[in-house]
T-cell receptor, first 110, second 116 residues
Framework: EDQVTQSPEALRLQEGESSSLNCSYT??????LFWYRQDPGKGPEFLFT???AGEEKEKERLKATLTKKESFLHITAPKPEDSATYLC???????????FGKGTTLSVSS | GAVVSQHPSRVICKSGTSVKIECRSL??????MFWYRQFPKQSLMLMAT?????????EQGVEKDKFLINHASLTLSTLTVTSAHPEDSSFYIC????????????FGQGTRLTVV
């Protein structure tokens, strides 16, 4: 069964304090691993898609990496506006719906 | 880029009534629409997959007679929660993939349903 586990569930950082969020997955043939940001009461906002182990993508203070078993979302020098829930999801080779983890809720204080 | 428009964003209804949620793809034709439900502090859980012109496929444990999905056109999919009860209160989100082989999933803005 395809499964996604994210850790930690919640993370509190001071502004400028870098850290990483983890996404462990098991999937019957990975087609893609997705990272989304979700603000309260809103739909997920796309951040990255990773397709193969070793791939890395960056966007502003965020960097996503991928291995055969997990993905990391690295946040460098976060700001309060980075506070949100970060969701990880996988899509299998059948190309069906995304399977989501429970998310990591990040709080960045100034 | 592709945009999925979902409305209403919030709805409060009385127990026993029905509520319709609409999702429209604005820039492209969405042959497949996914409907998710999200409870507080929980993940997005897939409810059903709808394909234009055919019956929706429901996930295990989701009542097809309660959650009616219609995908009559390539730009519109609807979810109707029939005979709503307080336990149906949740955040409902639609999603579809853009055109092409490797594309991201686009999400609607979500609908917060409260049944009183």
């Amino acid at each position: 069964e395809d499964q996604v586990t994210q850790s930690p569930e919640a993370l509190r950082l001071q502004e400028g304090e870098s850290s990483s969020l983890n996404c462990s997955y098991t999937v019957s043939g990975l087609r893609g691993l997705f990272w989304y940001r979700q603000d309260p009461g809103k739909g997920p906002e796309f951040l990255f898609t990773l397709y193969s182990a070793g791939e890395e993508k960056e966007k502003e203070r965020l960097k996503a990496t991928l291995t055969k078993k997990e993905s990391f979302l690295h946040i460098t020098a976060p700001k309060p506006e980075d506070s949100a829930t970060y969701l990880c999801a996988v899509q299998n080779q059948a190309g069906t719906a995304l399977i989501f983890g429970k998310g990591t809720t990040l709080s960045v204080s100034s | 880029g592709a945009v999925v428009s979902q409305h209403p964003s919030r709805v409060i209804c009385k127990s026993g009534t029905s509520v319709k949620i609409e999702c429209r793809s604005l820039d492209f034709q969405a042959t497949t629409m996914f409907w998710y439900r999200q409870f507080p502090k929980q993940s997005l859980m897939l409810m059903a997959t709808s394909n234009e012109g055919s019956k929706a496929t429901y996930e295990q444990g989701v009542e097809k007679d309660k959650f009616l999905i219609n995908h009559a056109s390539l730009t519109l999919s609807t979810l109707t929660v029939t005979s709503a009860h307080p336990e149906d209160s949740s955040f409902y989100i639609c999603s579809t993939f853009g055109a092409g082989l490797n594309t991201e999933a686009f999400f609607g803005q979500g609908t917060r349903l409260t049944v009183v």
